[in-house]
């Protein structure tokens, strides 16, 4: 296996170094675009993040704050990201919160890591007291914006806080900003998406954040502008795209609404961004929607077929045959950073002909999150690239083809589930490796390959193993109506019974055009022609129409334990 030759990356102890590196070396550089309430974009630059974090988390220290932990909740902005710098870089523990969650939930996971302060922003402005009701410990609640006029002497004021803080710092006051940081000590507490059920408390330190951020730059170089589309709670958007661009000095533009991402993109026109698998699709697929709806279809595979012949020759022109399809986007959008789950190695070829680099990689929040990735110095779709510098991967008790659950060693591996200790222990092996419960091989070139999750494996009567996520895949790919779908074995089939069911959520118009019987019929026609091609303990015995989307993560991870699997 060939050995990459790796760039070369600054090392940043703690988070602190990293904000003090970032406005040393970028200063006046923007770190962030962001809308008012107004509607208007507004800047700050990483020497303001430097002042504002250290005048922030001075005045918490200086009224008697340290060593509390600190739920922060709201949407994403400049005042999330300054509040959760502020409290892990010398304060105490962060707890990111899915403002998504129903208040009780809110409250339950508040109640379960501890906390005794908490930020909002304004979407939960009219249900923070509903949360804090069932929050007895919480003494301290700081508003991230500006509130109603009937709340205002309710709540700490983040901006008021900021500017008693800087006239703290101004007058000498240094217990912040020279505190030491144990760069091994938990610092934050992420609660995982719970796709297979109850959420766990994953603690991380400043060192399994920042031995991640030293790999992926190592491996890549991220330039120009991001924008930030995904849940700012969740590791993946924070720590890759938030504290990967501190690191690059790249600015990162918040988008305001999932329903405004493409007028967005044509707003701050970014260079590359973050997403999931799902947004990636449903772009690739609404470019080909646009194209055979204005009747360009055609055009576009004639140009992308004479495109690729060029690429051959080392003659490049995508940006100039497809610049219309990549204006919708900005026109500046070259890269596509995918992760959360596998991606269809038809999309990344798909996008990448237009002139679109999509690299997936492999991550767990337990890992900081990231394990291995595609990047510019290797490249395998259908795969989810090498393991990252930091961390060692090994695939325990595989079968014939190799596949087995991924374990992973390193320093990006989390400290364990807070307050407990027996699903800590549960998930790291005798000899200290971490448990994924995901399933995978090592594929050409080193490349790690996703075959699903363990606990979704089919094992049928006759001791056939079946992944349900690659006939997923497979019906996503011949099935172009198929919008979401599930393959599982119901209840019976562990019974003996020994076959596979598939849900399937189609394409409303498709729906519409048919009427649901027949839709319904049509469906079972093709999977049944799917059925064919594929190994006859692989056949889709049964199948069932969903007429809504099913229940997701909020990064868009279809939660399979709610799918009902009786029939």
């Not at 900005?330 to 996008?351: D, T, Y």
């Not at 690299?359 to 090498?386: D, H, K, M």
Request: charged share 25%; with cysteine.
């Amino acid at each position: 296996m060939r050995k990459l030759k790796l760039f070369s990356a600054d090392k940043v102890r703690d988070l602190r170094e990293l904000v003090q590196r970032a406005a040393k070396k970028y200063n006046g550089v923007v770190a962030y675009k962001q809308y008012d309430r107004k509607g208007d974009i507004v800047v700050y630059t990483f020497r303001q993040l430097l002042e504002d974090m250290n005048a922030l988390g001075s005045i918490l220290v200086n009224r008697g704050y340290k060593g509390r932990k600190f739920a922060v909740i709201g949407d994403t902005s400049y005042q999330w990201i300054l509040s959760y710098l502020s409290v892990v870089n010398g304060v105490g523990v962060i707890v990111p919160i899915d403002k998504e969650l129903p208040n009780d939930d809110i409250a339950k996971l508040m109640n379960k890591s501890d906390v005794e302060g908490v930020f909002f922003g304004r979407t939960l402005e009219y249900d923070i007291e509903d949360i804090l009701s069932k929050c007895p410990n919480v003494k301290t609640v700081i508003a991230l914006d500006e509130v109603k006029e009937e709340n205002e002497n309710k709540y700490l004021s983040l901006q008021e806080l900021i500017t008693e803080g800087k006239t703290l710092v101004k007058n000498g006051f240094s217990e912040y900003t020279e505190a030491e940081i144990d760069v091994e000590k938990m610092s934050i507490i992420i609660f995982t998406s719970g796709t297979m059920g109850a959420n766990k408390g994953v603690m991380l330190s400043h060192k399994n954040i920042t031995s991640m951020l030293h790999s992926v730059f190592s491996m890549h170089r991220f330039e120009g502008t991001s924008i930030s589309v995904l849940p700012i709670h969740h590791t993946y958007e924070f720590n890759l795209n938030v504290l990967g661009c501190i690191y690059a000095g790249v600015t990162l533009c918040i988008n305001d609404s999932l329903k405004r991402v493409v007028p967005n993109l044509q707003i701050y026109k970014p260079n590359f961004t973050l997403m999931v698998p799902l947004i990636v699709e449903n772009l690739y697929k609404g470019i080909w929607r646009e194209a055979e709806k204005n009747g360009l279809a055609p055009h576009m595979k004639q140009g992308i077929w004479f495109s690729n012949i060029l690429r051959k020759f080392g003659l490049d022109n995508r940006r100039y045959y497809f610049k219309p399809v990549l204006d919708k986007f900005g026109g500046n959008l070259s890269m596509i950073v995918s992760g959360a789950a596998p991606l269809r190695p038809e999309v990344v070829r798909g996008l990448d002909d237009l002139g679109i680099s999509v690299y997936n990689g492999y991550g767990i929040t337990e890992c900081s999150p990231l394990v291995s990735f595609n990047c510019e110095l290797l490249n395998i779709p259908g795969s989810v690239g090498r393991p990252i510098p930091c961390v060692e991967v090994r695939i325990a008790d595989p079968d014939e083809n190799g596949v087995g659950e991924i374990q992973v060693k390193g320093d990006n591996v989390m400290i364990g589930f807070y307050k407990d200790e027996e699903a800590t222990k549960a998930t790291f092996t005798e000899d200290g490796w971490f448990k994924t419960g995901d399933l995978g091989k090592f594929g050409k070139k080193g490349v790690l390959e996703i075959r699903g999750r363990q606990k979704n494996l089919i094992i049928l009567a006759n001791g056939k193993n079946v992944h349900p996520e690659e006939l997923e895949d497979y019906l996503m790919d011949h099935i172009p109506y198929i919008k979401e779908v599930v393959v599982y074995a119901p209840e019976s089939a562990a019974e003996g019974m020994g076959y596979i069911s598939a849900t399937a959520y189609l394409d409303p118009d498709f729906i519409t055009e048919h009427g649901e019987d027949e839709a319904k019929k049509l469906l079972e026609e093709d999977v049944r022609k799917c059925n064919r091609q594929l190994a006859t303990y692989k056949h889709i015995n049964k199948v069932h129409l969903r007429l809504t989307e099913f229940e997701k993560t909020t990064t868009k991870k279809i939660k399979r334990h709610m799918l009902e699997k009786g029939e």
